[in-house]
Nanobody, 126 residues
Framework: QVQLVESGGGLVQAGGSLRLSCAAS????????MGWFRQAPGKEREFVGA????????YYADSGKGRFTISRDNAKNTVYLQMNSLEPEDTAVYYC???????????????????WGQGTQVTVSS
């Protein structure tokens, strides 16, 4: 079993920054890709970004390119999402997720991620 705990959400003004953290336990953290997803009220959960097992490759949704950065520290079993130049449209609950299996190509599909955190609220005011 894998446990994921997000932190770092909050209320920020447009143009501000937040850094989300996700601490993992219960499985060999360094063996699997980690993803960040978000869900706004009335909308489906959407891919934000992901990082491969080593941290050497990152993948981003178009909405976050140039503004968001994903990183991981395998020694600390933690993955991060640095969000800069935040916009009101970024308001959502943000979830980290761990892939259920090793893949040669990092997945952007929520169904491929078998383990999820409880989510952390990010609210960006205009």
């Amino acid at each position: 079993q894998v446990q994921l705990v997000e932190s770092g959400g909050g209320l920020v003004q447009a143009g501000g920054s937040l850094r989300l953290s996700c601490a993992a336990s219960g499985r060999t953290f360094s063996s699997y890709a980690m993803g960040w997803f978000r869900q706004a009220p009335g909308k489906e959960r959407e891919f934000v970004g992901a990082v491969n097992w080593s941290g050497g490759r990152q993948y981003y949704a178009d909405s976050g390119k140039g503004r968001f950065t994903i990183s991981r520290d395998n020694a600390k079993n933690t993955v991060y999402l640095q969000m800069n130049s935040l916009e009101p449209e970024d308001t959502a609950v943000y979830y980290c997720a761990a892939d259920r299996a090793y893949r040669s190509v990092v997945s952007t599909t929520p169904d491929d991620y078998g383990y999820w955190g409880q989510g952390t609220q990010v609210t960006v005011s205009s």
